[in-house]
């Protein structure tokens, strides 16, 4: 190969530049009190996903429990520990009132559930659970659904067709909400988590926009 080619080559890799992901903690806009340092993937996405829940020791009741008290309450304080108004914030907070730590915002709480081997796509989960969503709003303001990871809640219950019972803190309040994986675009079961047109394509339910959930609980603690 010619010196002239190999430089014009060089200066094409150069011109696209080397492609590395970034922080998550920089993605999603949540609180940096949240984030437990830098992962580095841009779009984390589990090696081996898991198809239902790890089978471990521990009990995701309490969280649920925990998530309940936190219904209605207009600022969310655990133990005389304040926490973000936010859904990432309410989990964690939900978490506190069962006994349990946990910290990050959605984006890096995914993350964690990855490294930590509890992310599942069970369409039945444990009450305790962490629900992760996607495109729940337009984050990046570009009105294409391509937001990853925008919501979180808490499973509060699953019922025996398949209806699972959601905390999360949405519009301003912590409710509940409600979402059945095995008819995920039926209304009947499943709440409207997107609830605006914006510019592509209409209202979405919380069946279709879930992504996984994760078992914190079953992590030791420590």
């Known amino acids: 190969m010619s ?18 992901p ?51 309450k207009r600022d969310l304080v655990v ?13 964690c907070a939900a978490y506190a009132a069962g006994g349990q730590t946990l910290s990050g915002s959605s984006k890096g709480l995914y993350a964690e559930a990855v490294d930590g081997g509890v992310l599942h796509t069970d369409t039945l989960p444990r009450p305790g659970d962490i629900a992760f969503f996607d495109n729940s709003y337009d984050r990046n303001r570009n009105g294409q659904r391509d937001d990853e990871l925008t919501h979180v809640a808490v499973v509060e219950a699953v019922a025996d067709d398949g209806t699972i ?3 999360h ?7 509940r909400i409600k979402m059945n994986l095995l008819r995920p675009e039926d209304s009947a079961v499943n709440s409207y988590l997107r609830a605006r047109a914006d510019l ?3 209202p979405r ?9 994760a078992s914190f609980w079953a992590l030791p603690e420590g």
């Open 3 to 20: 010196a002239l080619l190999l430089a014009g080559l060089l200066v094409g890799c150069s011109r696209r530049g080397i492609r590395t």
């Open 22 to 72: 970034g922080s998550l903690s920089a993605l999603g806009g949540d609180a940096a009190q949240y984030d437990r340092g830098s992962t580095e993937a841009s779009s984390p996405e589990p090696p081996a996903l898991l198809s239902s829940p790890p089978r471990r020791s521990g009990d995701g009741q309490s969280i649920a429990d925990g998530a309940v008290t936190l219904i209605g």
């Open 79 to 91: 133990a005389s520990e304040r926490y973000r108004y936010d859904c990432s914030g309410m989990v």
């Open 165 to 167: 019972t959601l905390i």
């Open 169 to 175: 803190l949405g519009s301003g309040t912590v409710s």
């Open 200 to 202: 592509d394509g209409g």
């Open 205 to 213: 339910l919380t069946g279709e926009l879930w992504r996984g959930f």
